[in-house]
T-cell receptor, first 110, second 113 residues
């Protein structure tokens, strides 16, 4: 089984500022996908961004981008221009069988 | 497009009783996942189906939990008998394939008293 570590149980950011959530993982796979999911208080999990491991270019989706370091097995999420609606639990799932990290609770201060 | 449907939304049972959860994935999605999410923790994968076959059930407590996906569409997850520590939200998700984006249902919140 692959292990996933999200070392920041909680993070806080000021509205309009930038925050980075970290994720490291362990895998023996050479080709895989990596996902960041957001879970608002309503609990329905939604995809934020996806990265394909064989692609060197980091994925970007509007205000969300990743810093993917394959050799270091690191997959961090950067949220720019943070908004109140970004407040949620964030989970990374860097393998093909969708096993999640423990999550980071993001608070956005107005 | 209809999303992943789960029922019931909430369930309260006494310990040692049995309970079943139902999931209807997005039409055409071959992969279906069941997760257990205890308050304050990340979702724990219980079982993964590819069509009606089990891909991974290594974290499913098979002495009390069972799951099936008849005809490769709907799925049910059963707990018998329930324990207090089974109190959690049970999430169902589906994806087109094993490497695709997973779409989640709203979950079933189970309270065992």
């Amino acid at each position: 089984a692959q292990t996933v570590t999200q070392s920041q149980p909680e993070m806080s950011v000021q509205e309009a500022e930038t925050v980075t959530l970290s994720c490291t993982y362990d895998t023996s796979e050479s080709d895989y996908y990596l996902f960041w999911y957001k879970q608002p208080p309503s609990r329905q999990m939604i995809l934020v961004i996806r990265q394909e491991a064989y692609k060197q270019q980091n994925a970007t989706e509007n205000r969300f981008s990743v810093n993917f370091q394959k050799a270091a097995k690191s997959f961090s999420l950067k949220i720019s221009d943070s908004q109140l609606g970004d407040a949620a639990m964030y989970f990374c799932a860097p393998d093909n069988d969708m096993r999640f990290g423990a999550g980071t609770r993001l608070t956005v201060k107005p | 497009e209809a999303g992943v449907a789960q029922s019931p939304r909430y369930k309260i049972i006494e310990k040692r009783q049995s309970v079943a959860f139902w999931c209807n994935p997005i039409s055409g999605h071959a992969t279906l996942y069941w997760y257990q999410q205890i308050l304050g923790q990340g979702p724990k994968l219980l079982i993964q189906f590819q069509n009606n076959g089990v891909v991974d059930d290594s974290q499913l407590p098979k002495d009390r939990f069972s799951a099936e996906r008849l005809k490769g569409v709907d799925s049910t997850l059963k707990i018998q008998p329930a324990k207090l520590e089974d109190s959690a939200v049970y999430l169902c998700a589906s994806s087109l394939g094993a490497q695709g984006e997973a779409f989640f249902g709203q979950g079933t919140r189970l309270t065992v008293v």
